[in-house]
Protein backbone atom coordinates (compact mmCIF):
# COMPACT_ATOMS: atom_id res chain seq x y z
CA UNK A 1 0.00 0.00 0.00
CA UNK A 2 1.11 3.32 -0.71
CA UNK A 3 2.68 5.60 2.30
CA UNK A 4 1.02 8.65 2.75
CA UNK A 5 2.11 11.59 4.45
CA UNK A 6 0.07 11.16 7.44
CA UNK A 7 1.29 7.48 7.96
CA UNK A 8 4.97 8.65 8.58
CA UNK A 9 6.64 9.32 11.17
CA UNK A 10 8.73 12.14 10.80
CA UNK A 11 11.99 12.31 12.96
CA UNK A 12 12.69 15.47 14.22
CA UNK A 13 16.87 16.27 15.48
CA UNK A 14 17.44 18.26 17.91
CA UNK A 15 20.13 19.70 20.32
CA UNK A 16 19.92 18.51 23.62
CA UNK A 17 21.12 21.39 26.13
CA UNK A 18 19.91 24.64 24.45
CA UNK A 19 17.86 26.56 26.93
CA UNK A 20 15.00 27.25 26.00
CA UNK A 21 14.75 25.87 23.16
CA UNK A 22 15.51 22.46 24.34
CA UNK A 23 16.34 21.33 27.48
CA UNK A 24 15.48 18.31 30.23
CA UNK A 25 13.50 19.81 33.05
CA UNK A 26 13.85 18.60 36.55
CA UNK A 27 11.35 15.81 36.10
CA UNK A 28 13.26 14.60 33.09
CA UNK A 29 10.98 15.58 30.49
CA UNK A 30 12.51 16.66 27.48
CA UNK A 31 10.88 20.34 26.75
CA UNK A 32 11.16 24.11 25.47
CA UNK A 33 10.08 26.37 22.50
CA UNK A 34 11.24 23.89 19.89
CA UNK A 35 9.65 20.84 21.32
CA UNK A 36 6.53 22.53 22.24
CA UNK A 37 5.95 24.12 18.86
CA UNK A 38 6.90 20.81 17.02
CA UNK A 39 4.26 19.26 19.01
CA UNK A 40 1.56 22.10 18.39
CA UNK A 41 2.28 21.86 14.91
CA UNK A 42 1.60 18.23 14.30
CA UNK A 43 -1.11 18.11 15.82
CA UNK A 44 -2.70 21.07 13.96
CA UNK A 45 -1.57 19.43 10.86
CA UNK A 46 -1.89 15.83 11.59
CA UNK A 47 1.44 14.22 11.44
CA UNK A 48 3.53 12.22 13.48
CA UNK A 49 6.65 12.44 14.75
CA UNK A 50 10.05 11.20 16.65
CA UNK A 51 11.57 13.57 18.45
CA UNK A 52 15.32 12.87 18.60
CA UNK A 53 18.01 14.57 20.99
CA UNK A 54 20.83 14.58 19.76
CA UNK A 55 23.14 17.81 20.77
CA UNK A 56 23.94 20.55 18.00
CA UNK A 57 26.78 18.72 15.72
CA UNK A 58 25.15 15.11 16.16
CA UNK A 59 21.76 16.57 14.70
CA UNK A 60 23.00 18.09 11.97
CA UNK A 61 25.17 15.41 10.79
CA UNK A 62 21.26 12.36 11.34
CA UNK A 63 20.10 15.52 8.54
CA UNK A 64 22.71 15.70 6.63
CA UNK A 65 22.61 11.50 6.30
CA UNK A 66 18.73 11.69 5.35
CA UNK A 67 18.97 9.44 9.45
CA UNK A 68 16.26 12.02 10.55
CA UNK A 69 14.28 14.20 8.18
CA UNK A 70 14.32 17.88 9.95
CA UNK A 71 16.68 20.10 12.07
CA UNK A 72 14.96 21.53 14.74
CA UNK A 73 17.38 23.19 17.21
CA UNK A 74 17.43 26.77 17.07
CA UNK A 75 18.97 27.23 13.51
CA UNK A 76 19.74 30.15 12.67
CA UNK A 77 18.77 31.04 9.05
CA UNK A 78 22.12 32.15 7.12
CA UNK A 79 22.77 32.78 3.48
CA UNK A 80 26.27 30.46 3.95
CA UNK A 81 23.99 27.19 5.25
CA UNK A 82 21.41 28.12 2.59
CA UNK A 83 24.30 27.62 -0.22
CA UNK A 84 25.03 24.51 1.48
CA UNK A 85 22.00 22.63 1.08
CA UNK A 86 20.24 23.75 3.91
CA UNK A 87 16.18 24.21 2.89
CA UNK A 88 14.64 26.92 5.83
CA UNK A 89 11.38 27.24 6.78
CA UNK A 90 9.69 30.24 7.51
CA UNK A 91 11.25 31.90 10.13
CA UNK A 92 10.01 31.47 13.66
CA UNK A 93 11.85 33.25 15.77
CA UNK A 94 14.52 36.28 15.62
CA UNK A 95 17.68 36.18 17.69
CA UNK A 96 21.30 37.09 17.82
CA UNK A 97 25.37 36.11 18.58
CA UNK A 98 27.23 37.91 21.32
CA UNK A 99 29.93 37.38 23.86
CA UNK A 100 29.76 36.83 27.60
CA UNK A 101 32.58 37.01 30.06
CA UNK A 102 33.23 36.50 33.81
CA UNK A 103 31.77 38.74 36.26
CA UNK A 104 34.29 41.25 36.63
CA UNK A 105 36.66 40.66 33.78
CA UNK A 106 36.98 44.43 32.54
CA UNK A 107 35.92 42.63 29.20
CA UNK A 108 33.06 44.92 27.76
CA UNK A 109 34.06 45.39 24.03
CA UNK A 110 35.80 43.36 21.24
CA UNK A 111 38.62 45.44 21.56
CA UNK A 112 39.00 44.09 25.42
CA UNK A 113 39.45 40.46 23.75
CA UNK A 114 42.63 41.40 22.34
CA UNK A 115 45.28 38.23 23.22
CA UNK A 116 42.27 36.56 24.70
CA UNK A 117 40.84 32.99 24.21
CA UNK A 118 37.27 32.97 23.24
CA UNK A 119 35.35 29.26 23.53
CA UNK A 120 32.71 29.03 20.95
CA UNK A 121 30.18 25.77 20.27
CA UNK A 122 31.31 23.71 17.59
CA UNK A 123 29.85 24.60 13.59
CA UNK A 124 27.19 27.21 15.11
CA UNK A 125 26.82 30.29 13.94
CA UNK A 126 28.57 31.28 17.55
CA UNK A 127 31.39 29.96 16.28
CA UNK A 128 30.97 31.48 12.28
CA UNK A 129 30.47 35.03 14.36
CA UNK A 130 33.66 34.55 16.46
CA UNK A 131 36.12 33.37 13.75
CA UNK A 132 34.79 36.43 11.42
CA UNK A 133 36.23 38.81 14.04
CA UNK A 134 39.76 36.90 15.78
CA UNK A 135 42.42 38.25 13.27
CA UNK A 136 40.74 41.71 13.78
CA UNK A 137 40.18 41.72 17.09
CA UNK A 138 43.29 39.66 17.90
CA UNK A 139 41.62 36.69 19.69
CA UNK A 140 42.11 32.85 19.80
CA UNK A 141 39.01 30.74 19.40
CA UNK A 142 38.89 27.16 21.24
CA UNK A 143 35.58 24.93 19.88
CA UNK A 144 33.39 22.96 22.61
CA UNK A 145 30.81 20.23 21.82
CA UNK A 146 27.96 21.35 23.71
CA UNK A 147 26.50 24.59 25.12
CA UNK A 148 26.94 23.77 28.93
CA UNK A 149 31.19 22.69 28.76
CA UNK A 150 30.96 26.17 26.56
CA UNK A 151 30.10 27.85 29.58
CA UNK A 152 32.10 26.00 32.04
CA UNK A 153 35.23 26.98 30.33
CA UNK A 154 34.73 30.93 30.99
CA UNK A 155 33.28 30.23 34.48
CA UNK A 156 36.35 27.56 35.12
CA UNK A 157 38.67 30.41 33.61
CA UNK A 158 40.06 28.08 30.56
CA UNK A 159 38.47 30.91 28.67
CA UNK A 160 38.15 34.26 28.81
CA UNK A 161 34.33 34.49 26.96
CA UNK A 162 31.80 32.51 25.46
CA UNK A 163 29.99 33.42 21.91
CA UNK A 164 26.21 32.16 22.03
CA UNK A 165 22.88 32.97 21.11
CA UNK A 166 21.50 35.55 23.42
CA UNK A 167 18.55 34.12 24.62
CA UNK A 168 20.33 30.87 25.10
CA UNK A 169 22.77 32.98 27.13
CA UNK A 170 20.41 34.42 29.21
CA UNK A 171 18.14 31.60 30.27
CA UNK A 172 22.00 29.63 31.01
CA UNK A 173 23.32 32.43 33.06
CA UNK A 174 19.76 33.01 34.94
CA UNK A 175 18.98 29.08 35.37
CA UNK A 176 22.49 28.13 35.78
CA UNK A 177 23.66 30.80 38.33
CA UNK A 178 26.84 31.21 36.22
CA UNK A 179 29.32 34.09 37.30
CA UNK A 180 28.98 35.28 33.70
CA UNK A 181 27.90 38.61 32.22
CA UNK A 182 26.63 39.49 28.73
CA UNK A 183 28.65 42.28 26.59
CA UNK A 184 26.17 43.85 25.13
CA UNK A 185 28.46 45.70 22.78
CA UNK A 186 29.44 42.46 21.10
CA UNK A 187 26.28 41.75 19.78
CA UNK A 188 26.33 40.47 15.75
CA UNK A 189 22.67 41.07 13.63
CA UNK A 190 19.75 39.59 14.12
CA UNK A 191 19.47 36.22 12.52
CA UNK A 192 15.90 34.24 13.03
CA UNK A 193 15.41 30.76 13.56
CA UNK A 194 14.08 28.15 11.12
CA UNK A 195 13.20 24.37 10.88
CA UNK A 196 15.61 22.49 8.47
CA UNK A 197 14.69 20.06 6.20
CA UNK A 198 18.73 18.89 3.78
CA UNK A 199 17.21 16.98 1.09
CA UNK A 200 14.25 18.29 -1.47
CA UNK A 201 12.37 15.44 -1.27
CA UNK A 202 11.53 16.35 2.33
CA UNK A 203 9.55 19.79 1.02
CA UNK A 204 6.45 17.94 1.41
CA UNK A 205 7.21 18.16 5.70
CA UNK A 206 8.58 21.73 5.51
CA UNK A 207 5.50 22.98 3.70
CA UNK A 208 3.44 21.02 6.26
CA UNK A 209 5.55 23.05 8.97
CA UNK A 210 5.03 25.97 7.74
CA UNK A 211 1.24 25.97 7.24
CA UNK A 212 1.07 24.60 11.00
CA UNK A 213 3.28 27.35 11.95
CA UNK A 214 1.17 30.10 10.33
CA UNK A 215 -1.79 28.54 12.43
CA UNK A 216 -0.49 27.95 15.37
CA UNK A 217 0.45 32.04 15.37
CA UNK A 218 -2.67 32.87 14.17
CA UNK A 219 -4.29 31.16 16.82
CA UNK A 220 -2.31 32.03 19.54
CA UNK A 221 -0.84 29.06 20.57
CA UNK A 222 2.62 30.44 19.39
CA UNK A 223 2.46 33.23 21.79
CA UNK A 224 1.39 31.05 24.64
CA UNK A 225 4.72 28.79 23.89
CA UNK A 226 6.83 32.00 24.37
CA UNK A 227 5.15 32.86 26.56
CA UNK A 228 5.64 29.88 28.90
CA UNK A 229 9.40 29.60 28.22
CA UNK A 230 10.19 33.47 28.30
CA UNK A 231 7.36 35.67 30.12
CA UNK A 232 8.82 36.98 33.07
N1 LIG B 1 21.66 29.39 16.50
C1 LIG B 1 22.95 28.76 16.46
C2 LIG B 1 23.21 28.16 15.09
O1 LIG B 1 22.32 28.07 14.33
C3 LIG B 1 23.12 27.70 17.54
C4 LIG B 1 22.23 26.52 17.40
C5 LIG B 1 22.46 25.50 18.51
O2 LIG B 1 23.52 25.48 19.11
N2 LIG B 1 21.49 24.64 18.78
O3 LIG B 1 24.31 27.79 14.78
Redesign the pocket.
Given at each position: ADTTASDKTWVIAM?TV?RP?EYTDENGDFVGIDVDIIKAVAADQGFKIDIQSLG?DA?VTAVQAGQADALL????I?DERKANGWIFSDSYYD?Y?VFATKTGSGIETLEDLKGKTVAV?N??????YAESLKDEYGFKVDTYED?PTMYQAVVLGQADACV??KP?MADSIKSGNLDLVIAESTASDV?P?GLAIMNEKNQEFLDMFNAGLKEIKDNGTYDEILDKYLGN
Open positions: DFFWAAGASTSQKATAGAQSEDIAY
